[in-house]
């Protein structure tokens, strides 16, 4: 069974940073292409960044493109995500997924390809 475990999240001011940490354990690490979302009550799940199975190939959305980064250490099964210069409309519950992918170079922008999800990591910007 494939469980994923965020870390990492919590109350910061604008223009700060957090880095948020996502555990994988009971499944291959190295055969998931791995995603970063966001979702506010009420509001349907964003996409934030992904990588691919490699870590070679990464994707962000506008909002996350020149201030966050994703990462991954398969040595530690673990993936990151690097957020920088914070501001208040990145207060989100983030979520890590995982998506069971053939190509190594592969990745996906979209939730609902995502097999795995964690449970969600509260990030909070005060302005």
């Known amino acids: 069974q494939v469980q994923l475990v965020e870390s990492g999240g919590g109350l910061v001011q604008a223009g700060d940073s957090l880095r948020l940490s996502c555990a994988v354990s009971g499944g291959t690490f190295g055969s998931f292409s791995m995603g970063w979302f966001r979702q506010v009550p009420g509001k349907v799940r964003e996409f934030v960044a992904a990588?691919?199975?490699?870590?070679?190939?990464?994707y962000y959305s506008d909002s996350a493109k020149g201030r966050f980064t994703i990462s991954r250490d398969n040595a530690k099964i673990t993936v990151f995500l690097q957020m920088n210069t914070l501001k208040p409309e990145d207060t989100a519950v983030y979520y890590c997924?995982?998506?069971?992918?053939?190509?190594?170079?592969?990745?996906?922008?979209?939730?609902?390809?995502?097999?795995?999800w964690g449970q969600g990591t509260q990030v909070t910007v005060s302005s």
């Open positions: 990588n691919s199975r490699n870590g070679r190939v990464t």
């Open positions: 997924a995982a998506q069971s992918q053939r190509s190594v170079l592969a990745y996906s922008i979209r939730s609902h390809e995502y097999q795995y």
